[in-house]
């Protein structure tokens, strides 16, 4: 039997959407200051869903985003809390794991706003550091370039535990990064900092299918976790932007989406999820199939 690790959906758009407040550059993280307990409310849902990993709600805890809100002695602070968050629902529902989730610095989608290796390389480990503490693994979302990966990679290098690598790719070409590179050319870097997983995430399904493609050349566990928007547009990619700004699909029902999901599996995938604009309905379904096919969710 087949083993199939089950993501969470979207968290951050998910716990924005429930507070009400998805006009924030800081995105949920917001919501962790003016809402303690929501996030914990949504990791519940996901597990009653099917979900095995529950992503913590730190995406977008970096120092130099809080700085421009004036929140910088937040950081440690909201670290701690959605690792926390994410273990009280864990422990509420008796089994899963924590993934600690570590996004870009600066900007989402913006490969050009990335620091320097020598810059950007030490402020992911501080962010690793902490949630290695409490989490089962590192997650580290949407990298939209070979030079973002090379930052994100060597700021967990060391870390003992799990590292798994979520690149994001073009809406029009599931091979190449965001930035314009072929994704194949991040494939020397896994080989030389040897994450546990590789993924593609937070790129619309129709082109994870032609990223997987790719990525099942690392010879390592391999997965997909896509979006429900139309398509990342021009107006998102400003300075400060917020994800009202996005529009999201109403095509991709459950059902949709889990079709998707199971060509990702018949590919080889072993971990599956959703990514933004999905919930824990879209989640349930694909326990629903995996479940039906005989497939083990661990």
């Known amino acids: ?22 006009n924030s550059p800081l995105w949920s993280t917001r919501s962790m200051l003016d809402r303690p307990g929501l996030a914990e409310a949504v990791y519940r849902d996901y597990f009653h869903a099917g979900a095995t990993i529950a992503t913590t ?8 985003r809080l700085m421009r809100h004036t929140l910088e002695a937040e950081f440690l602070p909201l670290l701690k809390q ?27 989608y913006r490969p050009d706003l990335c620091p320097p290796l020598a810059v950007a ?37 060391g870390i003992k535990m ?36 590789i993924l593609a995430n937070c790129s619309v399904p129709e082109v994870m299918a032609d990223a997987l493609a790719v990525l099942a050349r690392a010879g390592i566990p391999f997965g997909a976790y896509a979006n429900g928007f139309t398509r990342i547009n021009d107006a ?29 599996v018949d590919m ?7 990514c933004c604009e999905t919930g824990p309905e879209h989640i349930a379904e694909i326990a629903r199939r995996l479940d039906r096919s005989g497939f083990e969710i661990v």
Request: hydrophobic share 50%; net charge negative.
């Open 1 to 22: 039997m087949t083993a199939i690790t089950l993501l969470d959906g979207g968290m951050g758009q998910e716990i924005a959407k429930r507070a009400g407040d998805v």
């Open 57 to 64: 709600n730190t995406y977008a805890v970096h120092r130099d």
């Open 82 to 108: 959605g690792l926390a968050e994410a273990t009280a629902a864990r422990d509420a529902f008796g089994k899963g794991r924590i993934a600690g989730s570590i996004g870009p610095l600066e900007a989402s």
């Open 121 to 157: 390389a030490p402020l992911f480990a501080e962010v690793a550091e902490v949630l290695a503490a409490g989490a089962d693994l590192l997650l580290l979302e949407t990298v939209a370039s070979v030079a973002h990966a090379d930052a994100v990679l060597s700021g967990c290098d």
């Open 162 to 197: 799990p590292i798994w690598l979520a690149l994001t790719v073009s809406d029009d070409d599931g091979r190449k990064l965001r930035s314009g590179e072929e994704l194949a050319v991040v494939l020397p870097l896994v080989a030389t900092y040897r994450p546990a997983a």
């Open 236 to 264: 998102f990619l400003n300075d400060a932007p917020t994800v009202d700004l996005l529009e999201a699909r109403h095509d991709l029902t459950p059902e949709v989406y889990a079709n998707f999901a199971q060509r990702w």
């Open 268 to 274: 080889g995938a072993t971990i599956v999820g959703g």
